[in-house]
Structure formats: structure tokens, C-alpha cells
Nanobody
């Protein structure tokens, strides 16, 4: 019964910033790793970042290291993705997902059990 809902997408200019939120309902996120994926039109979905249930361990794709930061507030049942220095190649639909209860972080879409519906980020040049 876990539901994930993304928000915070929109249009931003090159070099700008956005913060995405992934809010959970139905279950607490305290024991779930949460990952962010993105997909551009005509491209395969790629893993962006993942955070462990406690927030201590984080993982990033090489393409976003140093620009994106994943964090979580378990009291609010929400995971965030702060995106800075955005580039046109960051454009796409961003999804949050989880591999499931007690499962560790992975950045493979096939490893995810629950997905949000996505939010669109467009970065203009």
C-alpha cells in the first residue's frame, strides 16, 4: 500500500536549481531505501541517486556528482533531491522509487518494487 508522489518539477534555465520532493503515504519510509531515476524522451531510464533508510549512505551517478544532493526527513516521510547547476542534459521525467522493505540501495530500475508517477524537469539552454 506504499504510494510515492513526486513534486517540484518545472522549467528552469541553464545553471539554475530545483528541489524535488518524494512524499510517501500508506507506510512509513523509515525502513526503505529511496532512489531517484530519470528518463529523457527516447532514452532509457537511468539511476540518479539513492539514499539508505537512515540517510547515512548516499549514492550518485557520475553525471550528477557534485551538483545533486539527496536527503531525507523521515519525520515528514519525505525524500528530497536538491539539483544545482542544472544542464540541458538533466532534462527528463524524474521518478522516485524504492527496492522495497529492508532492501539496500541500488541504481537499477529492475531492482525497484514501487514507483512514483514522475515529475517533469526541463532545463533550457
Amino acid at each position: 500500500q506504499l504510494q510515492l508522489v513526486e513534486s517540484g518539477g518545472g522549467l528552469v534555465q541553464f545553471g539554475g536549481s530545483l528541489r524535488l520532493s518524494c512524499a510517501a503515504s500508506g507506510l512509513t519510509l523509515n525502513y526503505y531505501s529511496i532512489a531517484w531515476f530519470r528518463q529523457a524522451p527516447g532514452k532509457e531510464r537511468e539511476g540518479v541517486s539513492c539514499i539508505s533508510p537512515s540517510g547515512i549512505s548516499t549514492y550518485y551517478a557520475d553525471s550528477v556528482k557534485g551538483r545533486f544532493t539527496i536527503s531525507r526527513d523521515n519525520a515528514k516521510n519525505t525524500v528530497y533531491l536538491q539539483m544545482n547547476s542544472l544542464k540541458p542534459e538533466d532534462t527528463g521525467v524524474y521518478y522516485c522509487a524504492t527496492p522495497g522493505l529492508f532492501e539496500p540501495c541500488v541504481l537499477r530500475d529492475g531492482g525497484m518494487r514501487y514507483w512514483g508517477k514522475g515529475t517533469l524537469i526541463t532545463v533550457s539552454s
